[in-house]
């Protein structure tokens, strides 16, 4: 029985085996010249721009905002992704104890401040109840969980995505309107065409 060409991956997309576009950011091939089309476009984009922090692209995005481009054309994408985990301190039972207590009285002063609407005296006491007992509460349920672990994790850390690269890119259509603004911001930022 002859095979349905509809049952296999598409010429030139992942897993169809052609070396012509390589994958590019998540994925998604890239065309020569940069083009990519992807989940975030229905059309092909071109990417404009490349930084090495968001900030600066979210300013060139904000700069071609404010001088009336049509940014719902636009997207930022981060590559060459990271998982940064910053180690904030050492995780003792008493200081994992103060972080649920903390956790707790703002539930508790939640549950209080939710109670004290159906009471008209004496409100102030609930919510100083349900902060006293939410807080007692958070700090056990913490030391708990602390112990719980066996001293596998014993320390507190925050974790960020980070990339490496952040590329701006437009649709096709608009990418030359695109260049063109962000040369000029560019002119702006190194100070040339100011006397």
Known sequence: MPSNPADGPAPGLPGSGSPNIPAGPA???TAPGGSVTGPFSERPTVTVATFEEYEPAQRAVDYLSDNQFPVEHTVIVGTDLRLVEKVLGRMTTGRAALAGA???AWFGLL???LLSIFTVSAWWALLL???IIGAL???AFGAIAHAMTGGRRD???RSALEA???AV????EHAEQARQLLTRLNWQASGAGTP
């Open 27 to 29: 994925g998604v091939p």
């Open 102 to 104: 903390a956790t707790g």
């Open 111 to 113: 549950i209080g401040l």
């Open 129 to 131: 109840t349900g902060l």
């Open 137 to 139: 509460w958070g700090a």
């Open 155 to 157: 320390f507190a850390s």
């Open 164 to 166: 490496g690269q952040y």
């Open 169 to 172: 890119m437009v649709d096709t």
